[in-house]
Structure formats: C-alpha cells, structure tokens
C-alpha cells in the first residue's frame, strides 16, 4: 500500500502471491505465481484508475472507474466468475483491494498525527460494526470528543523471514517511508487423520526513521478433514491489535467448527457480524476457503 506522490494522493496497491509446495524429501516447487498493481483516486471518488495483472486477465479493464470499497468484491464476482471458481491467485488479490485501500487510511494519519476528520461518504465504519467499532468503546468516545478516529502505534514488526528457508516466503520489495504492507500465509501440512492449517495475517506500517510497527497481526490454527473438507477445530489468537476492546473478538472463529469450507467467504460475511466479531479476522477466516484449492497438492 503506496502513495509514491504526496500523502494524500493517488494510493498504488501492488499485490504478489504464490503457492509453494514442498515434497516428502523437502524439495520445494513454485505451483503458481501471480502479480496485481492498482492505482486508487484515494482522495476524490476510489475509484480504481489503473490496473494490471500478471499473468494478464483481459478482464480485469473493466474494473476501472470502480470504486475500492463496499460492493467491489460482488463487481469481481460478476466480472471475472472464472477467477472466482478457480480459486485464483489473482482473485485473492483482487479481494483483498477493498479492505486494504480502507486499512491504507492509517499511513495518512501517520503523517498528520491524528486520522483525518470521517468523510461519512465514504466511511466503511459505523457503530457496533465490530469489536473496536463497540458502542461506548474507545474509538466511539475519541471520535465523539475530537471528530475524528484516534491515532495508535503498534509494536516493531519482527522479520517473517525464517533461518534456512529462504523460500519461505516469495520475494518483498523494500518498504519505503509511510508505505504499508499486507502480509498473507495460509500453511497447510497433512496430519495423519487430518489436514492442518495454519494461517498469518499481518498489517505493517513503516515510518520515517525506518521503523516498521505493525497494526493488526493474527494467526489462526485449523484442522480440517480431509474428506468432508469441514472444519473440526479451530483457534484464532490476536498477536496486535490497535484497540483494547479488539482481542474479544477472537472467540468468534470457534464459530466456525463442523462447518464445510465450501462456502466459507459468503458464510463469513454474513454471519459473522457485530461488537463480537473483528472485520480483520474475518478476513483471515474467511482464507480457510482456500484450502480446496490447495488440500489436493498434498
């Protein structure tokens, strides 16, 4: 997440994925690769005003003049059905643009010391939308007395980097100043009655002296059966979060045990929902669907 020109100008997003699956001898092999770079008016309208895909989706032109916030994953579904149905690399990229445009907002207040004043237009937020978003909680009561969200640092941000695998992960580029980074990782290791799943999330920010907080960070732990792909246990534990009300949510991924993952993204949204939920493990939760797609490597 990148404004290459002033704080408050155009918002480039620029979004790489891969599947990674290593063999009985621990011999790594690249599965699949893909790339999305995007360009938001941030400021004026969200509107997406440049894009590319690699490899290329014809299809994805017709997301410009989209806007990057609610209603933009059902324009995806609508346009691009067959990225959608093939789990794609790209289509979880492209998923990921509405939340990381709204989450990219946190650099600018960086820079003005404060969140800027809600443009209610535009505003994803409002009460009760989640844990932090609580009614009488401690964003509710900032916004009531300034007008605006509060501002919060995270924690250093450790290295994801592990010793001796340097395929861990796929390549970063630096993060320069005021630039935000979304990291995403869903492990997956057959177990001898079932399919574990291990997943990270991590927001991150990197400030003007080149120190890289982070805002949000959760790991999730599952087990999924391999035949019925449902799941049958399942624990999120909140590393950072920017409020104190936050962690309460993490309770609701339990939620989710003895449902299938077929269907998991649209289950989710709709019914994990209000003060007892996190918009942001929501997200991660709702990566477990993606363990169809890759339980078949195993």
């Known amino acids: 997440m990148l404004r290459p020109g002033a704080p ?25 690769a893909a790339e ?7 400021a004026a309208s969200r509107e997406l005003v440049t894009i590319r895909t690699t490899p290329d989706e014809p299809g994805a032109g017709g997301l410009l003049g989209t806007r990057a916030s609610t209603g933009f994953r059902a324009v995806v579904d609508e346009l691009l ?6 789990r794609s690399l790209l289509y979880l990229m492209l998923d990921d643009v509405p939340v990381a445009t709204l989450v990219s907002g946190y650099a600018m207040g960086v820079v003005a010391g404060a969140f800027p004043p809600m443009q209610r237009s535009l505003a994803l937020q409002h009460p009760d939308l ?23 640092t995270g924690p250093l941000a450790p290295s994801l980097a592990r010793d001796g695998d340097p395929l861990a992960w796929h390549s970063f580029d630096p993060l320069p100043a005021n630039g935000m980074r979304r990291h995403r990782r869903l492990d997956l290791v057959a177990d001898v009655d079932a399919i574990a799943a291990d997943v990270l999330f991590r927001d991150s920010h990197m400030a003007a002296d080149g120190r890289e907080t982070i805002v949000h960070e959760y790991t ?7 035949d019925s792909l449902s ?4 624990e999120a534990t909140p590393q950072v979060l920017p409020w ?7 309770a609701s991924a ?25 918009t942001h493990l929501n997200d991660t939760l709702r990566s477990l669907e993606d363990v169809i797609a890759l339980a078949p490597m195993l």
């Open 244 to 250: 104190v009300e936050c962690p309460l949510a993490a």
């Open 81 to 86: 059905p067959h990225q959608r149905d093939a």
């Open 130 to 152: 989640c844990a932090g978003w609580r009614t009488g909680g401690t964003i509710l009561v900032e916004i009531g007395e300034l007008g605006r969200v509060p501002m919060v």
């Open 8 to 32: 408050d100008g155009e918002l480039t997003l620029r979004g790489r994925a891969r599947d990674l699956r290593t063999d009985g001898d621990g011999r790594p092999s690249v599965v699949d």
């Open 231 to 234: 799941i049958v246990e399942i």
């Open 254 to 278: 339990r939620d989710l045990r003895g449902l299938p993952l077929h269907g998991l993204r649209p289950h989710v949204r709709a019914e994990l929902a209000g003060p007892a939920t996190c």
């Open 220 to 226: 999730v732990r599952a087990r999924i059966d391999p």
């Open 36 to 42: 999305l770079e995007t360009t938001i008016d941030y």
